[in-house]
């Protein structure tokens, strides 16, 4: 593997020496390496990542997308390589490698002294991830050029992720239907809000937008020194959405104090500290941009979301762990256990949560 990376690396227009290669495990989806390159007296760190194209069918258009989308936030922050990611290109000037076994590789330059947390407990911390995505959404509504690819369809289509799950049910190919069944019960009885969301933007009552779409607390980057939220990144699904799909996911992994595959469910909750905080800085950052709809269904976006993430797990874990990196057994029936211990305590909260929101945006 060392060699391979070794060769991968070269590919990409990178000076120095390669003194380092480290291997990043926080993603699902994606394999992430930091290469260190000397340039004496300096050290250079660049992410190399593998595109799971087994996930993204069309790696192309995801860079297509992600070097349209960070060349824009460059032009609108200026050209801090710490406020937006930065596409390394390769020797022949493409923004991805294609290798001999037919893997695609990326490059980007690695944001130093930040770092990613998988749940927090800071109100402060909570804000700063949300004002970031709510930034990354505002700068990128005048995007020029054609509508981006959709480098997943029907990527947050919840009622379709409950279809993909009753087929899982009923194909039960690794039998484990059995062993999952107050799981299966929970999901499909909130099959009738799946929707939602959907039939809104159908019916014009709310917009499609460019959102990030995998808005989880872990892909955006708090500077160490400052607490800011400095880079939001994993811009794969970056593409048309809703903008309560990325409020959706956020408070799905920012409200809760523990992490999504915490197994002592008593941990699980919906902080409503946790949530004001989310609110405030989403509303702060897109203030002028949410419309009154969009604003109503925020706390019913996280129920949603959380939902159908919950739902994804169940059925990777029916499938036979085919889709999330997981690493034990069974790491996506654990995960999907805290998701529906976190809709749970939403649902007991949503009065709170909506008269909190409401609070909020008359107050601004
Ligand atoms: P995945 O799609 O597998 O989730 P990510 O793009 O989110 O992959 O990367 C995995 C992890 O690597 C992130 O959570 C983050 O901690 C780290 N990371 C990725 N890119 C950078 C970067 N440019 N600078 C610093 N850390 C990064
Ligand atoms: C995956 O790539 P990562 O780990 O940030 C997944 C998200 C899920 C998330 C659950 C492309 O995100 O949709 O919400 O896991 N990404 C993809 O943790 O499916
Ligand atoms: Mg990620």
Excluded at 258 to 271: H, N
């Amino acid at each position: 593997m060392k060699n391979s990376i070794i060769e991968i690396g070269e590919k990409f227009n990178v000076s120095g020496e390669l003194v380092e290669i480290e291997t990043f495990e926080s993603g699902h989806i994606n394999d992430t390496f930091v290469l260190k390159y000397m340039n004496s007296p300096q050290i250079r760190s660049c992410t190399l990542q593998r595109i799971n194209h087994e996930i993204f069918k069309n790696p192309p258009a995801v860079m297509e997308n992600i070097s349209r989308v960070t060349e824009h936030l460059h032009s609108k922050q200026g050209n801090d390589s710490r406020s937006a990611l930065t596409v390394i290109k390769t020797r022949d000037g493409k923004d991805f490698h294609l290798d001999a076994k037919g893997n695609y590789w990326r490059m980007y330059v690695f944001i130093e002294n930040a770092r990613s947390y998988e749940f927090i407990n800071n109100p402060d911390h909570v804000y700063q991830a949300a004002h970031s995505y709510g930034s990354f959404q505002k700068h990128l509504a005048d995007l020029p050029g054609n509508r981006l690819n959709e480098t997943i369809p029907d990527f947050h289509n919840t009622p379709k992720r409950l279809e993909a799950l009753e087929r899982a049910i009923e194909s039960d190919v690794h039998n484990r239907a059995a062993s999952a069944m107050p799981e299966i019960d929970f999901a499909l009885s909130h099959k009738k809000m799946a929707s939602t969301l959907i039939e809104l933007c159908k019916h014009g009552e709310i917009p499609e937008r460019i959102t990030h779409n995998d808005t989880k607390l872990n892909n955006v980057l708090i500077d160490d020194k400052t607490g800011k939220g400095i880079c939001v990144i994993d811009l794969d699904t970056v593409m048309p959405g809703l903008s309560l799909y990325d409020f959706g996911d956020l408070v799905r992994t920012a409200t809760c104090p523990a992490a999504e595959d915490e197994t002592d469910l008593s941990k699980i909750k919906m902080d409503m500290t946790l949530f004001e905080a989310l609110c405030k800085g989403y509303l702060d950052a897109l203030r002028g941009t949410l419309t009154a709809r969009e604003i109503e269904y925020l706390p019913f976006s996280g129920k949603l979301i959380t939902l159908e993430i919950g739902v994804r797990f169940l059925t990777d874990y029916l499938m036979g762990d085919v889709y999330f990196k997981t690493r034990r057994y069974p790491h996506n029936l654990e995960r999907s256990r805290t998701q529906f211990t976190l809709v749970k305590s939403i649902e007991s909260q949503e009065d709170a949560m909506n008269s909190l929101v409401k609070k909020l945006a008359s107050d601004s």
